[in-house]
């Protein structure tokens, strides 16, 4: 791995606004600009690392890591041992030139890896059309629709097109309606055009009910009965502590079985998930996964240098950093309904405190955020701990019941 580099993720997301996969590149490596070979090999070898023993991605089957590649190392040996059936190699179409390049693609595909092309061209790059299983065109291009339609009269089989450069989300609902995939950039994060302030319904106002009674170590008898009152949120929180993202290694079977195993503490991380995917409006698959993955990756930030009770809160503040936009509620009206520590507040509101500094840092690595590495030497973290933390936030979220 590159030193002091830090991994950068951008969500892949369908029509329906679900994670698919993501691609991944090196902080160093600007926006559009053109990957190293030295670069591109040790992102590749890292990803190879975070392999399981049985051979899968860390990111698991349902999800694909797209990974920027130039031609030069479609022979290398580092692209063939990364897993096929969740890779996608990005390529510029110019750079298929090469001699032997055409070839090493084809091979590569052959063994189930896709191939991602960009920069292409109907009149330049036709012949390379039956090489890729995605083509890539930038929104942004003033010949965008006609290019959709020039590729789609071209009729390739099997073809996705992924829109990339969005920066609205009537756009995004266009791409969407013409089939396409997208990468979201920071676009799940800016509010919705129709969006407004919204009452919190009645199973979240239940959630934060139960968070409280949790918080001031209610009796478990008293929080069952709350529960009870609605029990699709009683079905669903059973869901989650038995999903394999917690792995406890026997099913639990009531409210009262997890507090007895586990205690309270457990019990408000999950109360924190079923809260977040309480909406009933205006729900994004996308912002709901990077709440939960943010979440997670600054729990593993933290892990080794606070108290495990410490960690766990920095859980609730990843979470919680974009509950105001999955609730569609202001985040200082979240925090009047609900009594959270006042370290976790600073977090939430300045990114200050005890937690704020690792939540700050788990959020730069969904943007190419220029502090990204002076953020993690303040905290002492070194470039592997980030890196790792990250790739284990991924593979625990998609193992979560969501």
Known sequence: MQEDNYIVREALVNAQERVVGYRLSWNTTPEGAAV???????????????????????LGASQTVVLDMPASLLADPVCAALPPKSTIIALDASGLSAAGAQEDARGLRAGGTGILLR???PDE????LPLATHLELDVKAPDFAALVNQVRAMNQPGLTLIARGIDNWRVFAACAQAGMLAFCGNLHLTPRPESGVRELNPAQTLIL???????????????????????ALSYKLLRYINSAG????????????????????????????????????????VLMQT??????????????????????????AGMFSLLDRLLGVPMEDVLEKIQLSESVTQALLAREGIYGPFLALAEACELHDPKLDSMATSLCLGSRH?????????????????
């Open 291 to 316: 709440a939960v993955i943010r979440g997670r990756f600054s729990e593993l930030l933290g892990a080794g240098f606070l108290p495990k009770n410490e960690a766990e809160n920095l859980f609730v």
């Open 125 to 128: 790059h036709a012949a390379l």
């Open 36 to 58: 190293t070979p030295d670069g591109a090999r040790q992102l590749a070898a890292f990803v190879v690392g975070q392999m399981a023993e049985d051979g899968t991605a860390a």
């Open 119 to 121: 920069g292409f061209r």
């Open 209 to 231: 009910q139960l968070m409280d009674m949790v918080r001031k170590n209610a009796d478990v008898r008293q929080l069952e009965s709350v529960l009870k009152r609605d029990a």
């Open 246 to 285: 917690f792995g406890l290694g026997c099913e639990i079977q009531s409210l009262r079985h997890a507090v007895s195993m586990l205690g309270y503490s457990p019990l408000y991380r999950w109360l924190a998930l079923l809260l977040a995917t309480a909406t009933t409006t205006g729900y994004s698959p």
């Open 386 to 402: 980030v890196n790792e933390s990250q790739m284990a936030a991924l593979a625990w979220a998609q193992n979560l019941d969501i």
